[in-house]
């Protein structure tokens, strides 16, 4: 090789260089957060991960991403939502509601996109649901108010009428009451009575379970929040210890062994979470993007938990099943 060639080629190679490192340094990067561990959130970020990948993102090709888990310590939340801010992400996808608004108190300029299970109007996250506003938007795997009355309604079928119906709930949430208030009219309606248990966290869940022993017989009424989520494997061993007949929110309850479960698809409501973080990186604002609900709600029933807490289920309920795990 001629020593004119060589230089040459030495000079292409060191202008590359601060190209490549451009290159890497302009790939987006995006901040996850959320309420739960990273083992509990793999299915979800698979899905969230489809939706980034069908607008063209890729994980490690032309994206990065941050991850924060606040491993079910709630009061964790406001410091790594802080962190990703102060790293500037260019997107912020919040699972659960505790995470979604301590990204929204966080910043008010990146795009927040959340994943809740509950009304984000009534809990204050966006004001209206076809034009958003401001930076936050996201996608509502339950909608509105109204499907805890189903479930009660479904555990109601199943239930002797003499069975007291336990009601566990997040008093610190920020649906608590709407939701109770809900519930309370629902058991009025169908003549039941409701005792009402009170978990804000890991460590009070046990003793709020507890106090079903003293009555049988008795079932329970998960409500559908981000914390019991975090703590479904828990909940499940805990209810199934104390064989009490548990109603659920989500399917994921009912394949870990939870008896029933009666909700929207929490895996489609982060496969869009990842699609609107895509366009959103593509230019499109959040203030332009409604926010998605559920077209459709499932009912599953584990028939193999029935059988061990010896429970016959009506072949009526099993008919209108969408899905029974055996």
């Known amino acids: 090789m001629k020593r004119r060639d060589f230089i040459t080629l030495l000079g292409i190679a060191a202008a590359a260089r601060p190209l490549a490192a451009r290159a ?4 987006p990067v ?3 957060i959320r309420n739960t561990t990273r083992d509990d959130s793999a299915d979800l970020l698979k899905a969230m991960h489809e939706g980034l990948r069908q607008t063209g993102y890729v994980q490690g090709r032309n994206l990065a991403v941050e991850y924060r888990f606040a ?6 939340l406001p410091t790594m939502a802080a962190d990703l801010v102060r790293r500037q992400v260019a997107v912020i996808v919040t699972g659960g509601d505790a995470s979604s608004f301590a990204a929204k108190a966080a910043t008010t300029t990146i795009p927040v996109i959340f994943s809740t299970g509950f009304g984000p109007i009534e809990i204050g996250l966006v004001s209206s649901l076809s034009r958003p506003g401001g930076n936050v938007t996201g996608v509502s795997f339950f909608s509105t108010l109204g499907t805890a009355a189903k479930r009660l309604d479904f555990l109601d079928k199943l239930m ?11 008093p610190n949430s920020p649906r608590g009451e709407p939701e109770l208030v809900e519930v309370e009219h629902a058991a009025h309606s169908l003549g039941r009575q409701i005792l009402i248990l009170n978990a804000g966290s890991e460590r ?12 049988r017989p008795v079932a329970l009424l998960v409500s559908g929040d981000s914390l019991f989520t975090g703590l479904r494997e828990r909940l499940v061993v805990l209810t199934t210890r104390r064989a009490v007949p548990t109603m659920h929110y989500l399917r994921e309850f009912t394949a870990t062994g939870g008896l029933m479960s009666y909700g929207a698809s929490v895996t489609d409501a982060y496969r869009q979470a ?4 895509g366009e959103i990186l593509k230019g499109a604002k959040p ?7 559920p077209t459709k709600f499932e009912l599953v029933i584990n028939l193999k938990t029935a059988k061990a807490l010896g429970i016959e289920v009506p072949p009526t309920l099993s008919a209108i099943a969408d899905e029974v795990v055996e």
Do not use: C, V, W
Not at 24 to 27: G, H, L, T, V
Not at 274 to 277: F, K, L, S
Not at 287 to 293: E, S, V
């Open 287 to 293: 203030a332009d993007l409604p926010i998605m609900l």
């Open 71 to 76: 491993d079910n310590q709630l009061d964790r």
């Open 274 to 277: 990842g699609t609107y973080a």
């Open 30 to 32: 995006i901040g996850f």
């Open 24 to 27: 890497q340094q302009a790939m």
């Open 204 to 215: 009070e869940l046990e003793p709020a379970l507890a106090s079903l022993a003293q009555h």
């Open 160 to 170: 002797p009428k003499d069975a007291i119906i336990g009601y566990l709930r997040n």
